[in-house]
T-cell receptor, first 115, second 114 residues
Framework: DSGVTQTPKHLITATGQRVTLRCSPR?????VYWYQQSLDQGLQFLIQ???????AKGNILERFSAQQFPDLHSELNLSSLELGDSALYFC??????????????FGSGTRLTVV | AQSVTQLDSQVPVFEEAPVELRCNYS??????LFWYVQYPNQGLQLLLK??????LVKGINGFEAEFNKSQTSFHLRKPSVHISDTAEYFC????????????FGAGTRLFVKA
């Protein structure tokens, strides 16, 4: 157990729907990062939050949004889902606010299947 | 902008043989370098990291990596692999001083055969 908790582990939904993925960071970590892993794109950085504030954006679509709450858990919202959004979504946390100096701790991921 | 290239998509090797997984990076500024391992149906786990100092870095599970600044490489090695080392390995780079994100390579699948 890495200490980063992601729910749900699996999610199957239809095109056009909206889903919410949840992540609880490791105790003491203030930064949360979201990554999308697919066979054709590899591991792509989506977005980072630090202590409730957005810090960096990567290749995140406008249909996707995220937030980090006061208790530091984070949610990734995916809307108007398309078949191509099917992927593994990972959350990672780190102790550092700017730059993962000591590396990330990853959760076990949420596998999203859009049918 | 920085980038990471893992030169082999798949590496098959027999058990107890040595292995090297190759990683080259591109960056105009100093970087931190990492190797992560992903076992089937699991998240990524940090194997080792290079921040500064000695260019030979030792990690978990008997892995080590050598930072070569002139060749911009950070190859991962293990002198004797086990079946349990079968996994996907990712090289990653973060920019010193400006990095709020880490760029990952495409991954190398290590397949250890009995």
């Amino acid at each position: 157990d890495s200490g980063v908790t992601q729910t749900p582990k699996h999610l199957i939904t239809a095109t056009g729907q909206r889903v919410t993925l949840r992540c609880s960071p490791r105790s003491g970590d203030l930064s949360v990062y979201w990554y999308q892993q697919s066979l054709d794109q590899g591991l792509q950085f989506l977005i980072q939050y630090y202590n409730g504030e957005e810090r960096a954006k990567g290749n995140i679509l406008e249909r996707f949004s995220a937030q980090q709450f006061p208790d530091l858990h984070s949610e990734l919202n995916l809307s108007s889902l398309e078949l191509g959004d099917s992927a593994l979504y990972f959350c990672a946390s780190s102790a550092m606010g700017v730059g993962p100096l000591y590396g990330y701790t990853f959760g076990s991921g949420t596998r999203l299947t859009v049918v | 902008a920085q980038s990471v290239t893992q030169l082999d998509s798949q590496v098959p090797v027999f058990e107890e043989a040595p292995v090297e997984l190759r990683c080259n990076y591109s960056s105009s500024v100093s970087v931190y370098l990492f190797w992560y391992v992903q076992y089937p149906n699991q998240g990524l786990q940090l194997l080792l990291k290079y921040l500064s100092g000695s260019t030979l870095v030792k990690g978990i599970n008997g892995f080590e990596a050598e930072f070569n600044k002139s060749q911009t490489s950070f190859h991962l090695r293990k002198p004797s692999v086990h079946i349990s080392d079968t996994a996907e390995y990712f090289c990653a780079v973060s920019v010193v001083g400006g990095g709020f994100k880490t760029i990952f390579g495409a991954g190398t699948r290590l397949f250890v055969k009995a």
